[in-house]
Every structure is written in C-alpha cells, then in structure tokens.
C-alpha cells in the first residue's frame, strides 16, 4: 500500500541550529515526492518537489530510494522556517499527505 | 480572486442535516481536488476531477459524500446524514496541470457536527 510516514509530530530546534525533518514512504513504482508547507494562519503550499533538486529557502531534500525516505533539511535554521510541513508522495494524479511535522524555531 | 476560494470558512451544523461546501478553483486550472483533515492529521484525499469528470472518488468515504464540478469551474462536495465523525477540515485545490504535482490550495471550510 502506498503510504507516508513522517515520525516526528514536533521538532524544536534554536535559530541557527541544523533541521531534519523525516519523511519515509512506502510505493511500488517509481515515486515523485514533495514537501508542502503551512505557515501560521496561511494556506498548504509547495515548498519543493524532488524531481526539481532545487533548494527553497535554504531546504533541501534528496529522495534516497535504497531508504525509501525524503528527509527535509536545512543547515541553519531561521525563526521563520516555523510551521507544519507535510511530506507527500505522487500516486497517479494525486498526492498522498504524511500526517505533518510541526517545527518549532526559538530565538 | 488570485487564489482557490472556498465557502463557507465555518459551518456548524446538527447531527443528521445535510451540508454543502463550494470551491472556486484558480481560473484555467482544469484540475481540482477535495481533502479532508481531521485534526492532528494531514490532508486525505478525498476525490479529483479533471474538467468535469471525476477522475478517481476511491478516497470519498461512503455514499454520503458526493461532489459534483457541472461546468469545469466550481464545484461542490455534498455531505448527507451528517455524523459527528465528518467534523474536519475540507479542503480544495486545483492544478493546472497533473505533471507537476503543484497543487494550490484554498483557506478550507471548517465543518463541526454536532
């Protein structure tokens, strides 16, 4: 079955810190994953797709097939990285969501 | 509007009654989909539609739910027999186009059953 799985419910780091945020899923072709974000009192929107291999905002995310994970990260966190990122994986034309990780950015 | 609009932003409504919710997708995006998110969840979809037809339903939950787009443009999702358990986040998107998986989502409609 095709499924996404992201661990952490709340990640808390200090600005300036390292950020990891795990993405894990489970597809038999070949898969097309995203990281969509929330910021506070704003609508989901795409933060980027791994097909691109861009890096947004200073995130990045390499798709590591022998892993099967999507993990987000960014070397040095900022206060407004806070928010919910959903990591999300392409089965036919839709997007199957993980149930999101809240990241928390202290001063 | 630039944006996916959708109404009402909240509805409360008595256990048994019958709910509609509307999207107005972006102009030009053929693409449109419905999600539902209870809290602490993400988003699970629900059902998609390419122009007027929908293109995959296998997310819609039972037969009380249906969602119709008559013209390619807005569409409705229709909730009947409301239950306490369809208390969520409904969301809509659209797309311009299935290939990038870019999908653009409105503010949802807050249901409560009560």
């Known amino acids: 079955a095709q499924r996404v799985t992201q661990p952490e419910k709340l990640l808390s780091v200090f600005k300036g810190a390292p950020v990891e945020l795990k993405c894990n899923y489970s597809?038999?072709?070949?898969?097309?994953l995203f990281w969509y974000v929330q910021y506070s009192r704003q609508r989901l929107q795409l933060l980027l797709r791994?097909?691109s291999r861009e890096s947004i905002k200073g995130f990045t995310a390499d798709l590591n097939k022998g892993e099967t994970s999507f993990h987000l990260k960014k070397p040095f966190a900022q206060e407004e990285d806070s928010a919910m990122y959903y990591c999300?994986?392409?089965?036919?034309?839709?997007?199957?969501f993980g149930t999101g990780t809240r990241l928390q950015v202290f001063p | 509007g630039a944006g996916v609009s959708q109404t009402p932003s909240n509805k409360v409504t008595e256990k048994g009654k019958y709910v509609e919710l509307r999207c107005d997708p972006i102009s030009g995006h053929t693409a449109l989909y419905w999600y539902r998110q209870s809290l602490g969840q993400g988003p699970e979809f629900l059902i998609y539609f390419q122009g007027t037809g929908a293109a995959d339903d296998s997310g819609l939950p039972n037969d009380r739910f249906f969602a119709v787009r008559p013209e390619g443009s807005v569409s409705t999702l229709k909730i009947q027999r409301t239950e306490r358990g369809d208390s969520a986040v409904y969301l809509c998107?659209?797309?311009?186009?299935?290939?990038?998986?870019?999908?653009?989502f409105g503010e949802g409609s807050r249901l409560t059953v009560l």
């Open positions: 999300a994986l392409r089965v036919t034309d839709k997007l199957i």
């Open positions: 998107a659209s797309s311009l186009s299935t290939v990038t998986g870019e999908l653009f």
């Open positions: 791994h097909i």
């Open positions: 597809y038999s072709g070949s898969p097309e």
